[in-house]
């Protein structure tokens, strides 16, 4: 069978200008991917990426380690439906619509450009509401519709997949989420809480071939401790967000 990994982007940059560039940190664990999935993968390697800069900046770090090594790297190939949805502009058109009897909600939109830990819990109130809602948020997608999309970017890369190749897929937690639940047939409310434990630069294996597609391995993080610096704190290397 051949494998396709789903690889998270690394570390983006929370809380300043420009979220979506690597942070220095995100930068390493790019690297440790590519150190990681060079020992993984055998013969040919495909490299596909979401277009976004943090998706492109973690599939060149892969890349060049996979060009390092004995592995046959192939370019990096730009794929869109593999974007994440756009979440920002999701918390602008929901949120003023939810109901928010206790302040709870305004004290997590204030907080949430400088705080992770509230930027997560708006996240989820939002994402619970807009899979529910069956008309588009013009210009956003609804759940069916970003479910469907990245239901038929995975189905095309199993098409053209050769016997036994590798292929990686760098993108994002929501969609990693969307498909992992599409492939175990579980219901759509589980994907929050498959998108809320990823790690970034986690790791996520499916294995294939023409006819099936099955699930090895679900946010594997293990290995950015393995390949940390020694003189650097495992804890650090290990983030949400």
């Known amino acids: 069978m051949a494998a396709l990994y789903l690889v998270r982007h690394g570390q983006a940059s929370f809380g300043t200008h420009d979220y979506d560039h690597l942070s220095s940190l995100g ?11 060079r020992a993984m993968a055998a013969g040919a390697v495909r490299i596909v990426s979401g277009s976004l800069v943090r998706h492109r900046e ?5 890349a060049r380690c996979l060009s390092d090594g004995q592995v046959e790297a192939a370019r990096i190939q730009i794929d869109e439906r593999f974007n994440e949805l756009d979440v920002d502009s999701l918390i602008a058109l ?14 997590l939109l204030s907080g949430a450009t400088t705080s992770s830990s509230s930027y ?3 996240v989820k109130r939002v994402f619970i509401h807009w899979q529910a809602l069956s008309e588009p948020l013009h210009p956003l997608e609804t759940w069916s519709m ?16 050769r016997s036994g190749e590798t292929t990686i897929v760098v993108t994002s937690g929501g969609v990693i989420a969307a498909l992992v639940q599409q492939v175990l047939a579980l219901p759509a409310q589980s994907a929050y809480g498959l998108l809320e434990v990823q790690m970034n630069c986690s790791i996520t294996c499916l294995l294939h071939d023409r006819q099936r597609v099955s ?16 003189d650097e704190a495992s804890a650090s290397v290990l983030t949400y967000r």
């Open 58 to 62: 973690t599939a060149a770090g892969i």
């Open 146 to 161: 970003f479910a469907s999309r990245v239901r038929e970017a995975l189905a095309d890369l199993i098409h053209t997949s």
């Open 94 to 107: 929901v949120a003023s619509s939810l109901r928010d009897a206790d302040g709870t909600l305004a004290t």
């Open 215 to 230: 699930l090895s391995s679900f946010n594997e993080s293990a290995y950015l401790v393995r390949t940390a610096a020694s």
């Open 27 to 37: 930068v390493r664990q790019a690297q440790q991917a590519g150190e990681y999935l």
């Open 120 to 122: 997560q819990k708006l």
